[in-house]
């Protein structure tokens, strides 16, 4: 079988947290995790396309036998003030250059999926957060980010040679504007896969997101006050938060005025896997989600989920069977929730074994870099 050439754009997050001094590219955690099963197909042979406003002439040429990484210098007047014009040009001579048979752009929150589409190269897109129901549920005012990245969601997807949606729930939503999707979760690290959980005592409730309206933790936070053994567990939430925002505001307020509360701003992989491992269960009371990498990277390493039943979460999780859902607007249905994973430890250890399996057969990276293959080869054989 003829081997295929890939140009993978995708977000170099060393500019999105200014990490200009670090030699080595970091991805989004779905991203890397489908590189890392790329990498194990030696049939394929990935060039790793991403944009940053200075010069980062330390970065590695390879990351990996079969995948070439190519940093490109954008000046910051052709990011997202000019429409990001200044990437696509960038993109496009390198893909110019590069000549890969197909173009698969991550995300179409920034560049990523205008690089795609503009290439002039066969491409897909995956859309990892849909941003019009993103900009939807928090009501972002014009011009803002989430109002913006949803308009370049709505230009960018009809014009696309297919669409790669991680859940069915994205599928229906862009189901209006191109005619070939295909629903493919997200890869998980093969490293969560590994990890041998032990719990800490008091029990801890890991909640993994950033501090937003969205990611609704001030609710959750109520809703554990209703448990009578507050005492006896912690709360730990581990994520990002703006201070100017009034809802990170309330959100620090709440944990000065509760011990049993404890905010961590950021954890890499690496922490975050240890905190999996001592956790006792993994709660997300979103109001709106797509494919939750949290929620998948709990499942592969042994820890009960307790999630929002919303958007494509129901996709990821069957409750009662891999995880508990919870209404995410009743603080009563998350604290019941909640409590049933602290007092029936074997109801736990029934959700972690048959969400061990499913992680297992159905988000090992893997796996989905081979489906990935698949959607390529089909794009090439039946061109738009």
């Known amino acids: ?67 070439w990484f190519h940093s490109l210098h954008v000046p910051k007047l052709g990011w997202l ?63 803002t980010f989430d109002w913006l990245a949803a308009r370049l969601e709505a230009f960018t997807v009809p014009r696309t040679d297919g669409v790669i949606c991680i859940t069915e729930y994205t599928r229906q939503a862009v189901a209006g504007d191109n005619v070939r999707t295909w629903v493919v979760p997200n890869a998980v690290d093969g490293a969560f896969f590994s990890i041998e959980p032990a719990p800490e005592s008091p029990p801890v409730i890991l909640c993994v997101a950033w501090v937003s309206v969205r990611k609704n933790q001030n609710a959750f936070i109520r809703a554990l006050e209703r448990l009578p053994e507050k005492s006896s567990f912690r709360l730990l939430c581990v994520g990002p938060a703006d201070e100017e925002d009034p809802y990170v505001r309330e959100f620090k307020e709440l944990v000065a005025t509760r011990p049993w509360i404890e905010h961590i701003n950021w954890a890499d992989r690496p922490a975050l896997r240890e905190r999996f491992r001592t956790a006792t269960l993994l709660a997300l009371p979103s109001l709106e989600e797509n494919c939750p990498m949290v929620v998948l990277e709990a499942m592969a390493a042994g820890v009960p989920v307790v999630a929002a039943r919303v958007g494509g979460v129901p996709d990821l999780i069957e409750d009662g069977k891999t995880g508990l859902l919870c209404d995410p607007l009743d603080e009563g249905s998350m604290a019941e929730a909640v409590a049933r994973l602290l007092r029936q430890p074997g109801l736990a250890s029934s959700l972690v074994e048959s969400a061990r399996h499913k992680a297992l057969e159905v988000f090992h990276p893997l796996r989905i870099a081979r489906r990935h293959v698949e959607i390529y080869r089909e794009v090439l054989s039946n061109p738009a």
């Not at 993109?91 to 990523?112: S, Y």
């Open 1 to 67: 079988m003829k081997g295929l050439k890939i140009g993978f754009l995708t977000t170099d997050n060393r500019q999105a947290n200014r990490q200009y001094d670090n030699p080595q590219p970091w991805f989004g955690t779905a991203p890397a995790a489908l590189l890392q099963g790329l990498a194990g197909l030696p049939e394929v042979e990935i060039h790793v396309v991403s944009c940053t406003q200075r010069p980062m002439d330390s970065s590695p040429e390879k990351l990996a036998e079969n995948i």
């Open 81 to 143: 003030r000019t429409g990001y014009q200044g990437c696509i040009r960038a993109m496009r001579r390198k893909i110019r250059e590069i000549a890969p048979d197909i173009v698969h752009g991550q995300g179409t929150e920034r560049d990523c999926a205008l690089g795609a589409i503009f290439s002039g190269f066969p491409n897909v897109v995956t859309i990892h957060g849909n941003m019009r129901l993103v900009a939807k549920v928090t009501r972002a005012r014009p011009f």
